[in-house]
């Protein structure tokens, strides 16, 4: 099945989103409060998500992927997305950015996409910019899909704090996430063209969609080198895409749950 909904729950570098989970990247679970900046170490580790899917017919489902922050110089790659940070100061980001989009489904995976042509991810590149004033921070992301297969634009707008439980090894990290995406994302993803629709499947152009993600995060360090991270994210989806006669709902939820080694 191509419906990867890689859902990102909140860290406090986030990344645009896509239309089917407000997808941004999990940090390491070794953030830790210092001052005005937030200080990581590199690590790597994996992830499990359990995902509602909003397809109609197409069940929920539980996906691995791997959990990474990886620095060097003024490179990263956090979570899924891969950048170049070109200004950066004690309270402002600008950077670079690489990331996919994970969605799509096959006309295989229920009866009621029998006859749609399958979707798949993206690829977009853009750029993302991120203020903080700990323990807030704020991320906006501009991407452009670079595969083709839909030359779409999407933006995203993060508010997130990070809420100290035990001294640094515990963090409570509550999120909210406004992705804005075009319509030709929205018509690649949830649309239905006039040689796809049935008795039963109205043809459908949706228009742009802005989609509003909420999620909470629990990072904790259990030791020198090793941090889990639980979260949960809701995500309510945008008239456009939950109108869709291919969509059987119009929210959905996740519970991820990582362990990383921290270097």
């Not at 990581?40 to 539980?62: E, K, M, P, R, W």
Request: a negative charge; proline letters at 3%; glycine letters at 8%.
């Amino acid at each position: 099945m191509k419906t990867l909904k890689m859902l990102a729950l909140v860290g406090i570098l986030a990344s645009a989103s896509t239309a089917f989970a407000d997808s941004s990247d999990l940090e390491n679970a070794n953030t830790t409060e210092t001052g005005t900046t937030l200080q990581t170490h590199d690590s790597v580790g994996l992830g499990f998500a359990y995902n509602q899917n909003i397809y109609d017919g197409v069940g929920n489902h539980i996906q691995a992927f791997p959990l990474l922050n990886l620095n060097y110089d003024d490179f990263f790659i956090q979570g899924f997305t891969a950048g170049y940070n070109a200004y950066q100061d004690e309270s402002t980001t600008f950077a670079l950015i690489v990331q996919p989009m994970f969605g799509g489904y096959d006309s295989s995976d229920s009866d009621a996409l029998a006859g749609m042509s399958d979707t798949s991810y993206l690829v977009n590149t853009g750029v993302q910019m991120q203020y903080r004033l700990m323990p807030f921070s704020l991320t906006a992301a501009a991407v452009h899909d670079v595969t083709g297969r839909t030359g779409g634009n999407s933006a995203s707008l993060k508010f997130a704090a990070m809420v100290p439980l035990d001294d640094t090894r515990m963090v409570l990290i509550p999120s909210i996430t406004m992705t804005w995406l075009d319509s030709d994302i929205t018509d690649y993803y949830y649309g239905v063209t006039q040689s796809e629709a049935t008795a039963t499947r109205a043809a459908y152009d949706p228009g742009t969609a802005v989609n509003i993600g909420y999620g909470l995060t629990l990072k904790y360090q259990m030791a020198e080198h090793w941090g889990a991270t639980f979260g949960y994210v809701f995500t309510q989806y945008a008239d456009d895409i939950s109108d869709s006669p291919i969509v059987s709902r119009s929210y959905s939820s996740a519970v991820v749950a990582g362990i990383s080694y921290i270097f």
